[in-house]
């Protein structure tokens, strides 16, 4: 059973920054979602086992960076210039498969709340 553990959310004022990490009990290719109230789940980032692929959703390119430490087991989201509409719950996820971790990951965290005020 893979296990998903974020940590990091908080509140922040908007232009401030945030970094969450998850950390996984194993080395898997592995993806940030989130999830705003009243929205679907959106893709967010995702990165390779290697590092050596990433991906981001438009909305956040250039504002958010995606990173790991394979020793450590262990994601990060750096998130930078927040906007309000960057509030929601933020879900780490993972999966064996890079073509499916941005989209259908098998493993889920429990998320963690992001709130950025005005």
């Known amino acids: 059973q893979v296990q998903l553990v974020e940590s990091g959310g908080g509140s922040v004022q908007a232009g401030g920054s945030l970094r969450l990490s998850c950390a996984a009990s194993?080395?898997?290719?592995m993806g940030w979602f989130r999830q705003a109230p009243g929205k679907e789940r959106e893709f967010v980032a995702a990165?390779?086992?290697?590092?050596?692929?990433?991906y981001y959703a438009d909305s956040v390119k250039d504002r958010f960076t995606i990173s790991r430490d394979n020793a450590k087991n262990t994601v990060y989201l750096q998130m930078n210039s927040l906007k309000p509409e960057d509030t929601a719950v933020y879900y780490c996820?993972?999966?064996?498969?890079?073509?499916?971790?941005?989209?259908?990951?098998?493993?889920w965290g429990q998320g963690t709340q992001v709130t950025v005020s005005s």
């Open positions: 996820a993972a999966d064996a498969s890079i073509l499916v971790v941005s989209s259908r990951p098998a493993y």
């Open positions: 194993g080395v898997y290719h």
């Open positions: 990165i390779s086992w290697s590092a050596g692929r990433t």
